[in-house]
Structures are given as structure tokens and as C-alpha cells.
């Protein structure tokens, strides 16, 4: 059964960083394509970006694009959003996600992926 476990979130003026992680268990990690989304309360999980099991492949929504990095390190089944130039428009709950297919795409819907750790608060303040 996989396992993922987020760390990293906290509180953070705006243009700061905040580096996430998401550590997995389980089945074979560098297998499978790796996301990041986030969540505000009462409202639908939004993609922030995606890496192939490889690694070499990535996938950023637009609103990121130059600001988030997204990356793995399958020898420590761990994979990491890096965040740089926050705006309080980013304060949400991130959560991290596998893929549920065995290799394939980078893929950016939600109902790709079938295993999803608790989340991570980050909040941007003015």
C-alpha cells in the first residue's frame, strides 16, 4: 500500500520560498508520474505541476511557470516543490499525488491519480 507524507509548509512573506516534500512508501516510486496540486477550503484541487517517474519530464500550470520547480529523487522516494517568489494568492493547502498508471504521461487531472498524501498549509501574507 502506497504512502505519501508531505512536509515542508508554514508561513512565509510574499516573495519568499518554501521548499515541499513529499516523502512515498511503497510500491516501486520511480515507476509512477509524480504531482503536486493545492486546495482551498470548499473548493475543486487545482493542478500546480507534474514529473515523470524518470524525472526528466515536467508539467507546470501557468499561474507557476518560472516561479515553482518541481523535481524527485527516486534513490530516497521523495519528490519536492521548490517555491520561489510567493504571492498570497498562493496560500492554499498543496497536496502531493501519484499517478495511477505505471509509466505514461505527465498528466495534469486529478482522477490520474489515485494516491494522495493529508497536505501541506502554505500561507503567503501581504
Known amino acids: 500500500q502506497v504512502q505519501l507524507v508531505e512536509s515542508g509548509g508554514g508561513l512565509v512573506q510574499a516573495g519568499g520560498s518554501l521548499r515541499l516534500s513529499c516523502a512515498a512508501s511503497?510500491?516501486?516510486?520511480?515507476?509512477?508520474?509524480m504531482g503536486w496540486f493545492r486546495q482551498a477550503p470548499g473548493k475543486e484541487r487545482v493542478f500546480v505541476a507534474a514529473?515523470?517517474?524518470?524525472?526528466?519530464?515536467?508539467r507546470y500550470a501557468d499561474s507557476v511557470k518560472g516561479r515553482f520547480t518541481i523535481s524527485r529523487d527516486n534513490a530516497k522516494n521523495t519528490v519536492y516543490l521548490q517555491m520561489n517568489s510567493l504571492k498570497p494568492e498562493d496560500t492554499d493547502i498543496y497536496y502531493c499525488?501519484?499517478?495511477?498508471?505505471?509509466?505514461?504521461?505527465?498528466?495534469?487531472?486529478?482522477?490520474?491519480?489515485?494516491?494522495w498524501g493529508q497536505g501541506t498549509l502554505v500561507t503567503v501574507s501581504s
Open positions: 511503497g510500491r516501486a516510486f520511480s515507476s509512477y508520474a
Open positions: 514529473i515523470s517517474g524518470s524525472g526528466i519530464v515536467t
Open positions: 499525488a501519484q499517478d495511477r498508471a505505471l509509466g505514461g504521461m505527465v498528466r495534469s487531472g486529478p482522477q490520474y491519480f489515485e494516491v
